[in-house]
């Protein structure tokens, strides 16, 4: 009965979007103010339905209800409760409701919080969310109803796949399609600014805390998703250049040039136009993204759903978005003057200097992600592109990025010098050139180039932080606008970030030993003793776990515990690793194959700096938090007149 | 996505019968404490009905040269586990893997230098197996997309403001009465 509720109210959500997606188009073209206001109403009325559909799902996994397919398919009565509800999106139908629900909550909240816009905007604005809304959710009815029922109920279901088990992968993917999703919204603003005809300052400061809501969102699932192979995968790797994290990657990328460009319109009135264009090409790169793991075109971990039906929908769908979008661009950006001047080097230069860079790695990971399928499809050659390439292509590209990244917030509006700027970042050019130096004696001098990426990753953090060394002579740290903090917090960050996995990635320690229980190796300083072998009984797995009493010096330092879990249900085996950190390095190990006979083989890895890289990606996302709490975009409706002001 | 008359079969699919004890009545009830030995008997059963993956490198595989080994390591991870997605031979518990990387080793242990090892490879496999891929023909765009991309922008970008420096800065528009009489009644109200 839920289930057909559930159902039923999704039925509902896509007529109310049909009628939201039109009616209040047809209002904004004619000055209807009734229709136009339809939007707002339709809007909350959306997202009131999608969420009570997502409640019906939630509660069929919650209670077990095996009549329905979808909970059988993906769940277990023995399955604790965190994962019987993170079921309901560990499977393509769920995750797809997921998507729309977040989109309709979007929608929702650009209705509630969206007062200080222009009616038509607005009606505008909630029409093209509520256009790929119904995309959404036909594509749900049409071909991936989570409700379907089955009869005759099966007894019990056949549970999760034993990889989505896990606390970091429960909240993994509703944090990245709150990005994904996000940029829908950017979408929306772009499309109905070209509909309108008319981009200026106001619009861009309505846009960016939408874009910087659907950033922070998305640097924060791409780092759990990063932190969850590192301590699932058994190899202490953190990024892999999957096809899958490439496709969370790229619209981060593109996100990451449209916050950047924004300010550019917001405080100079130009790069108009390039910013619609990339405010377009964050969501189409979700939805590629979207289409890529649904569609099963690259066979993985995520790709639960691989039907052929579904795959020629989204892709279908993609091409309607990004083809309509670019069709409306082509047609109307022409339209859209630029007004402010400015010379190469300033700091619009600099900020274009970022999107270059930032679009051409994102154009170097969409090559490399999609080359293969190309290649496959045009010419039937196979070829490989893995880490190596994006090593040797997407990483160099990094380097003029960071090295301007700190010079950039030096340099005035319209027309600036590099040299008075460079002199204000002569100490962090001296400690990140002494760092270079301390890596290249003192931890490896056979890699010059991990050095040079740890030099970069130390001027990073001093470059961004020297920025404030004004103020703290001055004395006005205090009153500093939380839009400048959240900029040199995420700054720093990304050097955070880059120190974390320099270090981890070529300076760690690894052993790899078969070990009998009362054998004792040396490691690093540290002496390891395998203590004893134990077969543990989780919920839904049954386990073989190792206690390795570590100590330094004679002194006991820690104990590890790393499982190998056998899921009963799927027949599954995970290495459950075993991390102790210090914040500084992460003592890693993994417990591989192995009978009492000859032995267990134990893999203990040291990685330095290791814990820095997710702590990097969270402070990344927090500075964005703190811009967003910025005084100028919580509080005064922004009006359509130019703004005059250019500090920060 | 998985039709339910196949969801049925891997539903009743063979588990309880071959283990003898049925599946799902210790799971949902807690075994006994004396349950050790029937652990450790359930662990046996799985044991021998599946092929557990291995964790990639095994001790047994590793060189005794640290130098040697360390060449291999590097050269693994560019060296695509052909039977596998997106894994590298160090990365993958797959058989091929482990083959692949005794081959590695092998060669390199009889003095082959990398690029003898990664021809060695090639010939075997193909281009496929390397996880960066040769720059011929056939992957030109993939190696100069990304930087033509960025060449192209630049130079226009650097042509625009060019050009743009050469033009004179037009005033903009004067008001035309519509917009006077707006601004007046804005600035009066």
């Known amino acids: 009965m839920v289930a057909e509720l559930g159902h039923f109210a999704l039925i509902l959500a896509l007529a109310v979007a049909l009628v939201q997606g039109t009616l209040p188009l047809v209002g904004a073209s004619r000055g209807d103010l009734r229709l136009m206001s339809l939007g707002r109403t339709a809007a909350l009325t959306q997202a009131f339905l999608v969420l009570l559909s997502f409640g019906a799902l939630t509660q069929a996994y919650v209670t077990s209800d095996f009549s329905v397919l979808n909970v059988v398919a993906n769940s277990h009565s023995a399955k604790p409760l965190l994962y019987k509800i993170s079921g309901v999106w560990g499977n393509h139908e769920g995750s797809m409701l997921l998507w729309a629900l977040i989109l309709a909550l979007f929608g929702a909240a650009v209705a509630i919080f969206g007062n200080n816009l222009p009616d038509t905007l607005r009606s505008r604005v909630l029409a093209i969310q509520a256009l790929i809304g119904v995309g959404f959710l036909a594509f749900l009815l049409f071909t991936s109803n989570p409700f379907e029922r089955v009869f005759p109920a099966p007894p019990d279901g056949n549970g999760l796949n034993p990889l989505l088990q896990d606390p970091g992968l429960a909240f993994h993917p509703p944090l990245l399609y709150l990005g994904y999703v996000g940029f829908s919204v950017t979408y929306a603003f772009a499309v109905a600014a070209l509909l309108e005809g008319r981009v200026d300052a106001a619009w861009a400061r309505w846009v960016r805390p939408w874009a910087l809501a659907a950033w922070c969102f998305l640097t924060l699932g791409i780092a759990l998703g990063s932190w969850w192979a590192y301590y699932i995968l058994g190899w202490g790797g953190f990024w892999f250049w999957d096809p899958v994290e490439n496709a969370s990657l790229m619209p981060w990328l593109a996100g990451t040039a449209l916050l950047h460009s924004a300010i550019v319109v917001e405080k100079r009135d130009a790069l108009k136009s390039w910013t619609v264009l990339l405010a377009l090409l964050a969501f189409s790169l979700s939805l590629l993204g979207t289409f890529l793991v649904r569609s099963g075109v690259l066979t993985s971990v995520h790709a639960f759903a691989q039907d052929p039906a579904r795959g020629m929908f989204i892709l279908a769908f993609l091409l309607l978005v990004t083809g309509g979008g670019l069709a409306l661009y082509a047609w109307r950006a022409p339209q859209l003057q630029g007004g402010g001047l400015f010379q190469p080097v300033s700091r619009e230069g600099a900020l274009i200097l970022n999107n270059l860079l930032l679009c051409t790695l994102a154009a170097t990971v969409l090559l490399g992600t999609l080359y293969p399928l190309f290649l496959d499809l045009l010419t039937g050659n196979k070829v490989s592109v893995g880490p190596p390439f994006f090593n040797a292509t997407f990483v160099p590209l990094c380097a003029p990025l960071f090295a301007a990244l700190c010079v950039g917030p030096f340099l005035g509006w319209k027309r600036a010098e590099l040299g008075p700027a460079l002199m204000r970042l002569r100490i962090a050019l001296v400690v990140s050139l002494a760092a270079i130096v301390v890596a290249m004696t003192m931890i490896d001098s056979r890699s010059t180039l991990a050095a040079l990426a740890f030099g970069f990753g130390v001027w990073l953090i001093v470059g961004s932080l020297a920025s404030l060394s004004d103020r703290v002579r001055s004395g006005t740290l205090r009153t500093i606008p939380r839009s400048t903090l959240g900029m040199v917090i995420s700054h720093a960050s990304l050097g955070v970030v880059v120190l974390g996995s320099v270090a981890t990635s070529s300076w760690n320690t690894e052993l790899m030993q078969t070990m009998k229980p009362g054998d004792r190796v040396d490691f690093a300083g540290y002496s390891v003793l395998l203590e004893r072998m134990d077969e543990v009984r989780g919920p839904n797995y049954i386990a073989e776990r190792a206690t390795l009493n570590v100590s330094v010096g004679g002194k006991p330092y820690t104990v590890l515990q790393p499982e190998r879990r056998l899921f009963t249900v799927q027949r599954r085996q995970i290495a459950e690793t075993a991390i102790q950190t210090n914040l500084l390095r992460d003592f890693y190990a993994t417990l591989g194959e192995g009978d009492p006979r000859q032995g267990w083989v134990i893999r203990l890895y040291l990685n330095p700096l290791a814990p820095w890289i997710w702590l990097g990606a969270a402070l990344c996302a927090l500075g964005g938090f703190v811009s967003l709490s910025d005084r100028r975009l919580r509080i005064g409706a922004p009006s359509r007149k130019p703004v005059l002001q250019a500090a920060e | ?189």
């Not at chain 2, 797959?94 to 081959?103: C, F, N």
């Not at chain 2, 281009?127 to 765009?141: C, H, R, S």
């Open chain 2, 1 to 189: 996505m998985i039709g339910s008359r196949r969801l049925f079969f891997m539903f009743l699919s063979p588990l309880g019968e071959r283990s003898g004890e049925g599946v799902r009545r210790p799971l949902t009830q807690p075994l006994p404490l004396a349950g050790e030995r029937s652990l450790k008997g359930w662990l046996c059963v799985f044991l021998l009905l599946f092929t557990l993956p291995a964790l990639a490198v095994e001790p047994s595989e590793i060189l005794p040269d640290p130098a040697l080994e360390s060449r291999a390591r590097e050269i693994g991870r560019s060296l695509r586990c052909v039977v596998c997605q997106n894994q590298s031979i160090d990365d993958s518990s797959a058989e091929v893997a482990r083959d692949m990387r005794r081959a590695v080793r092998e060669r390199l242990t009889a003095g082959d230098s990398d690029r003898d090892v990664f021809a060695f490879m090639v010939a075997r496999y193909g281009d496929y197996v390397l996880l960066k891929p040769p720059f011929k023909a056939g992957t030109l765009v993939l190696w100069l997309g990304a930087p033509l991309v960025l060449l192209v922008a630049g130079a226009a970008l650097l042509v625009a403001a060019r050009r743009r420096r050469a033009q004179p800065i037009v005033p903009p528009k004067p008001l035309d009465e519509e917009e006077r009489r707006r601004l007046d009644a804005l600035l009066k109200g």
